[in-house]
């Protein structure tokens, strides 16, 4: 299954990633994920991004899709993906929704995950990340499991919070979030994609919710309403209706024609008889006269 979580900053896009990938096998593809893997393997995209990033400008709309490609390309990508934190923008989608499509490998439903304001406050003042493993968690919603180890160190998550979870620049992130990617929720619509659930609450029933439309969306994948096909029969209807209509005119046209039939047979009959009426008249007056003489 192919997914795409949309949602502001701390609506849980992160959260309900990770249990998506216990439950459905799928992995998360994560555009921040990708180049700092790029990064550091030092690939040809990881290159270009770096120093585009090195010059403290944002990485090229080009590249992070030219990653988002190879990531498609890997093998564990085939029963589907959850993609988070991509696209942001309209520009963004639109290219991706051309990539998928040379692909071969469409979206099947996009999430949006609605949270109000001021509980994305709090949960962003509570996100915390591990320095090693790069895992998000939140001292609220979310913290880590008793006796939990970081898969890279073996030991406890070592957890800091990032500059941009601050309460401060929250507002700031919020009003970006919706000039710019809050318009894709209408570009997903406008596709029949587009699902929303309420993911306030418990951590548990946001998932169930999360799961309950995502099994809607594959007994009825999402697609353009049928309105259109049903316009198309109607043109043939109406000219069904037309042959019927235009039947009954017929049949008045086949008696008139046996009546003007009969009535020149009438007259056809009538001639010959005064024109043999006429002639041994005709015939008879000289031969008596000839006779007499």
Known sequence: MRI???????????????????????????????????????????????????????????????????????????PGFILDGFPRNLSQAAALESLLKQLGQPLDVVVLLQVDNDELVRRIGGRRTCRHCGRVFNVFTSPPAPGETCPKTGGPHDLFQRPDDNEATVADRLKVYDEKTSPLAKFYADRGLLRRIDAEGDLDVVTARLEAVLAAAVKKPAARPVTRRAKKKAPARKKVARKAASKPARKPAKKSAKKSAKKSAKKSARKPVRKAAKKPASRKAPAKARRHR
């Open 4 to 78: 795409v979580l949309l949602g502001p900053p701390g609506s849980g896009k992160g959260t309900q990633s990770q249990r998506l990938i216990q439950s459905h096998g799928i992995p998360q593809i994560s555009t921040g994920d990708l180049l700092r893997a790029a990064v550091a393997a030092q690939t040809k995209l990881g290159i270009a991004a770096k120093s585009v990033m090195d010059a403290g400008k944002l990485v090229d709309d080009q590249i992070v899709l030219g990653m988002i490609r190879e990531r498609l390309a890997l093998p564990d990508v085939a």
